[in-house]
Each structure stands twice: as structure tokens, then as C-alpha cells.
């Protein structure tokens, strides 16, 4: 069990929806991290929250949303789903908030989403 | 494009084998972790290198650092069925991301 918690764990939904994936991160880590993780693109990094604001930004569509509240908690927005969106979503925590060396991220379980 | 390329893409070999992945990328690092990936889990971090030409080992696993600080290696003597798994290496970009590679897929067989 790595600390971290996200939910839903499985998510079937349709084309043009939109859905709100949760991340509760380990005790006492202040970085929240998403990943895109699907067959063909491995685990892309989507974007990183440090104690309520947003880090690093990477490969996140505009479609997508995400936020960390000050409980620490972070959710993804996902709005506008298209087929090519299903995929696993991972959240990850870490102590570490910035610099070249991140320190070991915990990942969750993952939340996978399917859209038909 | 993948920041760090891993090879091979998928390797299968019996009990008893030895195998080696590779992670290699044209960016310098300060530092590169290996994870390993099981079904239906998140990636679990087995170890961080972060000085040019370390060697770090972990039980049967042997992790080598490039001496330019670019390049990594994963051997494994001796596999056993609980190393089947997808092991991956992530490195911290210049812009403080850290990026993934796609992993190399490890199936052992009794």
C-alpha cells in the first residue's frame, strides 16, 4: 500500500462527457503529480501541484483540468471525453516540490477510464 | 517523442536466465530512477542512481549509471517469475519534470 488513494477505480462513460477523477496523496507529501498511462504512449506526465499551485505542466490537453486543494487533495477534470482518452490516470505524491532531483514518487492504484 | 527510449520493448526468458534493459536518452540527468510496474497496480520506485558510472545493487538486481549521466542499465541474474513486470526509468527534466520512459515488458517463466 503506498499511502496514496484514488478513486473511482474503474469509470465507463460516453463520448462527450465529462468526469472528475480523486487523489488523496501520502500523509504528509505536499506534491500531487497526474500521469497518462495507455498502450501506446506509456506513462505520460500530465501536470504537478506543490502545496495548492500548479508546478510543471506537461502533455495535459486543454480539455483537461486538474487542482489541488488545500487539504491536499487534488481531482482531475476531464471534460469533452473522447474515445482516445481512455486510458489509466495515476496520481502520484511526493515529499520533494521542484528541483532536478524529484525524490520517489508513490503512486496509486490508478483510475481507468473507458469511453465508448 | 520519448525523452528516454528503454530496450527492448518486451523480453521473455525462463527461470534461472539473466536479462538487461536499457534506458538511454540524449539529455544529461542529475539523476534516474528505475520502477517496476506490476498488473493492475501503480509503478513502485526499486532504486535512484544519481552519480555518473554508479553501480547500485539490490539483491539479484544490478543498476548502472552512464558515466555522462544519460544513459542506464537494468540487469537481473537469475529471474524468477516475481520479476515479471513492466520496469520503467524516469528521469527530472530541465523544466523539473519528471518523465517516463514507455518501459520494457519482462515476462518470466517457470
Known amino acids: 500500500d503506498s499511502g496514496v488513494t484514488q478513486t473511482p477505480k474503474h469509470l465507463i462513460t460516453a463520448t462527450g462527457q465529462r468526469v472528475t477523477l480523486r487523489c488523496s496523496p501520502r500523509s504528509g507529501d505536499l506534491s500531487v503529480y497526474w500521469y497518462q498511462q495507455s498502450l501506446d504512449q506509456g506513462l505520460q506526465f500530465l501536470i504537478q501541484y506543490y502545496n495548492g499551485e500548479e508546478r510543471a505542466k506537461g502533455n495535459i490537453l486543454e480539455r483537461f483540468s486538474a487542482q489541488q486543494f488545500p487539504d491536499l487533495h487534488s481531482e482531475l477534470n476531464l471534460s469533452s471525453l473522447e474515445l482516445g482518452d481512455s486510458a489509466l490516470y495515476f496520481c502520484a505524491s511526493s515529499e520533494a516540490g521542484w528541483g532536478p532531483n524529484t525524490g520517489e514518487l508513490f503512486f496509486g492504484e490508478g483510475s481507468r477510464l473507458t469511453v465508448l | 517523442t520519448q525523452l528516454l527510449e528503454q530496450s527492448p520493448q518486451f523480453l521473455s526468458i525462463q527461470e534461472g536466465e539473466n536479462l538487461t534493459v536499457y534506458c538511454n536518452s540524449s539529455?544529461?540527468?542529475?539523476?534516474l530512477q528505475w520502477y517496476r510496474q506490476e498488473p493492475g497496480e501503480g509503478p513502485v520506485l526499486l532504486v535512484t542512481?544519481?552519480?555518473?558510472?554508479e553501480v547500485k545493487k539490490l539483491k539479484r538486481l544490478t543498476f548502472q549509471f552512464g558515466d555522462a549521466r544519460k544513459d542506464s542499465s537494468l540487469h537481473i541474474t537469475a529471474a524468477q517469475p516475481g520479476d515479471t513486470g513492466l520496469y520503467l526509468c524516469a528521469g527530472t527534466d530541465s523544466w523539473g519534470k519528471l518523465q517516463f520512459g514507455a518501459g520494457t515488458q519482462v515476462v518470466v517463466t517457470p
Open positions: 539529455s544529461v540527468f542529475s539523476s
Open positions: 542512481v544519481v552519480t555518473g558510472g
